[in-house]
């Protein structure tokens, strides 16, 4: 076998095992379903699942590497003149995903997968505590990357408060749309909310809080 076939295969067998876990998680919630069961499902051996997900919540969360890797090359090729917080924006503000399927024509789809996609998560603290993990992990990598540019020290407090603040838009609004769609509202509908209320975030970042709240 070739190497391109077997990679071929080895991406069929790992789409097969996360969308079966996606499906008995909608169906079940993700606290109720175990690793063999899903194995069983797939039609394949438990050791091969945690082959291609060592943890359940990687099942679950399997596009959250990506998602990191993609967040810093956006900021790492950014356009000369263009400001690491200019680049954030442009990266979390354009649809993907389930707002891109929804942008696309398929709001009906993506609205009833957004909202099954939320419940998940929302109603296990397990799913929920990995993704604080991971929010951490994200920090720490976007300080590093700004903290490399900018010639600060490894140990320097504002390329982790820069981090901090902008990914603190990314957790907000990720809150606003599972929100939204907890309250019934279409795809369509929040991912406008979205696009309003991100541009609004990173503007306050943007002009600083100096005179933001003054008491008068």
Same mark, same amino acid.
């Given at each position: 076998?070739?190497?391109?076939?077997?990679?071929?295969k080895k991406?069929?067998?790992?789409?097969?095992?996360? *969308?079966? %876990?996606?499906?008995?998680?909608?169906?079940?919630?993700?606290?109720?379903?175990?690793?063999?069961?899903?194995?069983?499902?797939?039609? !394949?051996?438990?050791?091969?699942?945690?082959?291609?997900?060592?943890?359940?919540? *990687?099942?679950?969360?399997?596009?959250?590497?990506?998602?990191? #890797?993609?967040?810093? $090359?956006?900021?790492?090729? @950014?356009?000369?003149?263009?400001? !690491?917080?200019?680049?954030?924006?442009?990266?979390?503000?354009?649809?993907? =995903?389930?707002?891109?399927?929804?942008?696309?024509?398929?709001?009906?789809? %993506?609205?009833?997968?957004?909202?099954?996609?939320?419940?998940?998560?929302?109603?296990?603290? %397990?799913?929920?505590?990995?993704? @604080?993990?991971?929010?951490?992990?994200?920090?720490?990598?976007? $300080? =590093?990357?700004?903290?490399? #540019?900018?010639?600060a020290p490894? *140990?320097? !407090?504002?390329?982790?408060?820069?981090?901090?603040?902008?990914?603190?838009?990314?957790?907000?609004?990720?809150?606003?749309?599972?929100?939204?769609?907890?309250?019934?509202?279409?795809?369509?509908?929040?991912?406008?909310?979205?696009? =309003?209320e991100g541009?609004?975030?990173?503007?306050?970042?943007?002009? =600083?809080?100096?005179?933001?709240?003054?008491?008068?």
């Amino acid at each position: 076998m070739s190497s391109g076939l077997r990679e071929r295969k080895k991406e069929r067998t790992r789409q097969l095992i996360a *969308d079966t %876990a996606r499906q008995l998680f909608a169906e079940r919630g993700f606290d109720a379903v175990t690793v063999a069961e899903i194995a069983r499902q797939a039609e !394949v051996a438990e050791k091969t699942v945690y082959n291609y997900f060592p943890t359940k919540e *990687d099942l679950f969360y399997s596009r959250l590497e990506a998602f990191e #890797e993609e967040l810093l $090359a956006a900021i790492r090729e @950014r356009g000369e003149g263009e400001s !690491v917080l200019a680049a954030f924006e442009g990266f979390i503000l354009e649809p993907r =995903g389930l707002f891109a399927m929804s942008a696309s024509g398929d709001d009906e789809t %993506a609205t009833e997968q957004l909202r099954s996609v939320t419940r998940i998560i929302t109603e296990s603290p %397990a799913l929920l505590a990995r993704e @604080r993990q991971v929010f951490a992990r994200y920090t720490d990598a976007l $300080a =590093g990357l700004i903290a490399e #540019e900018t010639g600060a020290p490894p *140990d320097a !407090v504002e390329p982790r408060v820069a981090a901090g603040a902008m990914l603190s838009v990314h957790r907000e609004l990720i809150d606003y749309v599972r929100r939204r769609a907890l309250a019934g509202g279409s795809a369509r509908t929040i991912a406008r909310g979205v696009r =309003g209320e991100g541009k609004r975030a990173v503007a306050r970042l943007a002009d =600083g809080l100096d005179d933001y709240g003054v008491r008068r």
